[in-house]
């Protein structure tokens, strides 16, 4: 019997205890629950509450949380305007040739250079029946490159990189390339297409080295990234949209590839297109990736962050400070907008742009630490031709320049107008 109360008070005493523990790592998890919401809590002064007209900080609607969370009161360095100009010599628009997609001006020996898709001839897209027939623009393209002593007059020079002989990844078309220099050696990357081309075709990114900006171009034998393969198409019909399973934001395309040598690495950021494209809030459904190598040649491991953007179409990208920064033209819901990741990965909206030029060349050697938007005093773009009559992809491209004015110096130039007109 004194055995049973013994235990039973020893018991006792246990859940006692064991209650005591449980109440205190309780308290305690509270506590260090609420020390981590006091970190994370961000402070704010009256002087960006008066910016925001936000008169009373505790009654905030969603809107005026958002402009405090994003900054908006503190991001006008960020904010500018473009301006386009058409060129002269081998750029100006020609009747019948596209000439697309720009890559990096690149300064060498007082000249510039660019690479770009060349293709000549009409477009049909698809469902023509022939297996020949060219799709797009950039279909049946080759790589070529132009130089200029001023980047206003340009001279084209020739062929650099071609397709490949049938039966090879990119026996169809090369294009949307990109230039990195790097250590005296010239990688071209570029999306390329083996035939036939269909709406399912999966392409991928393939490179060139030279050690020269004339070449000759050594192709490696395979490519460097290709399309997730984890989507499942349904059924046999050659439709895009049809699924059973989407798959990776890149399980359909690995589009304009962009290399860039950062931390001591190499990263290739590119456009993912998704097998069964839907829509999002801000229209067709495209993402932004990037691919990590210790060498210019691969092999490249994407990353587990992707997708790292929620929209995008073409790559215009820059190393600005310790990150880098890049400009969303179109497709999703953040396109028009300027980003910055200070890790080259997490990027975060800056500020919204108007009339972004299509498929943005920038100018390595300009000054581009001034501020964010410094890296594109100038650059290269692409413009449509399109016959009347003709849809889209029946048109012609020609290669443009544009200029990017920071918003105090348009405020400036306005200014300055007004003035003159009173």
């Not at 995008?312 to 400070?321: R, S, T």
């Amino acid at each position: 019997m004194n055995m049973s109360k013994l235990a039973l008070a020893s018991l006792i005493s246990g859940l006692f205890l064991q209650g005591c523990v449980v109440h205190v790592s309780t308290d305690k998890a509270k506590q260090n629950n609420q020390q981590d919401k006091q970190i994370k809590q961000p402070s704010y002064t009256q002087a960006d509450y008066d910016f925001l007209a936000i008169s009373d900080p505790n009654k905030l609607s969603a809107a005026s949380k958002r402009a405090l969370e994003r900054n908006y009161h503190k991001n006008s360095d960020w904010f500018g305007r473009f301006s386009k100009q058409t060129l002269k010599g081998d750029f100006a628009y020609e009747a019948g040739v596209v000439r697309r997609d720009p890559s990096k001006v690149l300064l060498i020996d007082d000249l510039y250079y660019t690479w770009y898709s060349k293709s000549v001839g009409d477009s049909y897209g698809f469902g023509t029946g022939d297996p020949d027939a060219k799709v797009f623009p950039w279909d049946k393209t080759e790589i070529w490159y132009a130089s200029s002593k001023d980047g206003i007059t340009w001279k084209e020079q020739g062929k650099a990189v071609g397709a490949g002989e049938k039966g090879s990844y990119d026996d169809r078309s090369v294009f949307t390339p990109e230039i990195l220099s790097h250590q005296g050696k010239y990688y071209l990357v570029y999306q390329t297409i083996k035939a036939p081309y269909v709406n399912r075709v999966k392409n991928q990114v393939g490179m060139a080295i030279a050690d020269s900006p004339h070449g000759p171009w050594k192709k490696l034998d395979k490519p460097i990234l290709s399309a997730a393969n984890n989507g499942i198409w349904e059924g046999d019909e050659d439709n895009r949209f049809l699924v059973k399973k989407q798959g990776d934001f890149d399980s359909h395309k690995v589009h304009d590839p962009t290399l860039m040598f950062y931390r001591n690495k190499f990263y290739l950021y590119y456009k993912g297109e998704r097998m069964g494209e839907r829509l999002t809030a801000g229209g067709r459904e495209i993402r932004w990736g990037v691919a990590i190598s210790d060498k210019p040649e691969g092999p490249y491991i994407k990353s587990e962050f992707n997708p790292i953007t929620q929209s995008g179409h073409e790559l215009a990208i820059w190393q600005y400070q310790d990150g880098i920064a890049m400009i969303s033209c179109k497709d999703g819901p953040e396109q028009g907008t300027m980003q910055y990741a200070s890790d080259g990965i997490n990027f975060e909206i800056m500020s919204y742009i108007q009339d972004i030029p299509n498929a943005i060349g920038t100018v390595p050697s300009l000054d581009g630490e001034q501020y964010p938007g410094a890296a594109l005093a100038w650059g290269l773009s692409h413009e449509y031709h399109i016959p009347k009559g003709k849809q889209w992809f029946e048109g012609f491209n020609y290669i443009t320049r544009f200029t990017f004015s920071p918003n105090k110096q348009a405020q400036r130039s306005e200014s300055v107008m007004g003035k003159k007109k009173s």
